[in-house]
């Protein structure tokens, strides 16, 4: 399980990133398609840190949702 910030960014288009796995970031042009994009990104990013023998970050993001 990985927490993921989806947000819509610029030219019509929605951003999806991982914040426990630096880098991984991806988009759509719907929020559905940038979700579906970001899982496929989570997965190759953590199959590239296996195969290099490195440690594959923990989920330590506390999120909390502000209403100002």
């Known amino acids: 399980m990985r927490q993921v910030l ?10 999806a990133e991982c914040p ?7 988009q759509g ?10 899982k496929e990104a989570i997965e ?3 199959l590239v840190l296996k195969e290099d ?6 989920d330590k993001l506390d999120a ?3 209403a100002v």
Do not use: K, Q
């Open 64 to 66: 909390l949702l502000l």
């Open 44 to 46: 190759g990013y953590i």
């Open 29 to 38: 042009t719907t929020r559905e398609e940038a979700i579906r994009n970001i």
């Open 6 to 15: 989806i947000h819509a960014g610029e030219d019509s288009y929605w951003i």
């Open 53 to 58: 023998g490195l440690p594959v970050p923990e």
């Open 20 to 26: 426990s796995l630096p880098g991984c970031v991806s």
